[in-house]
């Protein structure tokens, strides 16, 4: 189904997927390719781009070029998408014809890249898996994101820390070290007392260790921003996205504060935007067939649910910067686009997770 419920009952989808069979087909089969059409429209990269310095350490491994190749990387995951399997497995030979072939995601070194930015016109599509097995794992589940292909490379793992007044989620890159002070600690995701606003780190120093030019500080990634509903958080959420712009070298400006004044929550609320871009969670529709919030997941999306959103910018509502959304009990599906890197997502989606009244 290629539109699919944010919030509220699920009702007659039968008769739903039978009208949007046909259409969604071609959705799903260009999903992927989606990006680069538009692409060719408007470059998306120019909504990002703020100017700054560039960062010295990571210049030429970023540079590097997606590599491509066929598309079977894409292939097994289109049946999924649709219980139409024959038009399915027409529809991709034509693709294979007809476009570009799907590029091919290359993981040669976990921890860059994860916080590389996604290639431009490439759709890197994940999975998050939430493991609630354990004695304290009911309140502390860890969550697994992999790449949603054939060989599920693993990418980063996340999980609440336990002795900490806020909610904090440490990111790593080695699914079975979720330790603090771990060789594989890449990230944490920091939320205020309300449960209403997160920040988003890199593994980087607390500004009190900083050396002497202040390189190994650490840098904010993003901020997430969850609007309170004083109504009982009945409609669907409203999510703001801060994260930082992007060089003349599509590189992301480095973003170290020096205090909690400076970082960018702060920045967002003084209206300081320099370096600094606001993204929006797309504004569901309701519909009346079905009672409740839909949004079109391009059929990534199977499960209604409060914690199903996709990622826009104001000025390119159709140009998907992100997109989270249920597929089974403990499974969702978690796509990103240029500029976000996996652990700015990945961040993103464990803010979603959380258990304070305000985000739900």
């Given at each position: ?149 054939d060989k599920k490379v693993f990418l980063l793992a996340g999980r609440k ?21 771990g060789e594989n600690f890449i990230g944490k995701l920091r939320s205020n ?168």
């Amino acid at each position: 189904m290629s539109m699919f419920q944010v919030n509220g009952e699920k009702k007659e989808k039968k008769t739903k997927k039978k009208a949007t069979t046909s259409s969604e087909e071609e959705d799903d089969s260009d999903a992927s390719t989606k990006p680069i059409r538009s692409e060719k429209k408007k470059n998306p990269a120019s909504l990002f781009q703020t100017g700054g310095d560039p960062p010295k350490e990571k210049k030429t491994k970023k540079k590097a070029p997606p590599k491509a190749a066929e598309s079977e990387e894409e292939a097994p995951e289109t049946p999924q998408k649709n219980s139409n399997k024959k038009g399915k497995g027409k529809k991709s030979k034509k693709a294979k014809e007809e476009r570009p072939p799907s590029p091919v995601i290359e993981v040669d070194n976990l921890e860059e890249f994860v916080l590389r930015p996604a290639p431009q016109g490439v759709t890197i599509k994940c999975r998050v898996t939430r493991d609630k097995k354990g004695m304290d794992r009911g309140l502390y589940p860890t969550y697994y994101l992999h790449l949603d292909n054939d060989k599920k490379v693993f990418l980063l793992a996340g999980r609440k820390r336990k002795k900490s007044k806020t909610s904090n989620y440490l990111i790593s890159i080695d699914p079975t070290d979720l330790s603090r002070g771990g060789e594989n600690f890449i990230g944490k995701l920091r939320s205020n007392l309300m449960g209403t606003k997160f920040t988003v780190f890199d593994n980087g120093a607390n500004p009190d260790r900083a050396n002497a030019n202040w390189s190994n500080v650490r840098q904010e990634l993003s901020a997430v921003v969850y609007e309170t509903n004083v109504l009982g958080f009945k409609g669907p959420r409203k999510m703001t996205v801060i994260i930082p712009g992007m060089n003349s070298d599509n590189e992301r400006v480095p973003i170290r504060p020096r205090n909690d004044n400076d970082g960018l929550l702060m920045r967002w609320q003084n209206k300081n935007m320099d370096n600094v871009i606001e993204l929006h969670n797309k504004a569901p529709v309701w519909n009346d067939e079905t009672q409740s919030y839909v949004l079109n997941f391009h059929g990534r999306v199977t499960h209604a649910s409060v914690k199903n959103f996709q990622i826009v910018h104001g000025s390119d509502p159709d140009y998907i910067v992100m997109q989270f959304g249920r597929v089974a009990d403990d499974a969702f599906t978690m796509d990103y686009n240029y500029p976000l890197c996996a652990v700015q997502a990945f961040a993103i989606a464990l803010s979603s997770f959380d258990g304070k009244l305000a985000c739900e």
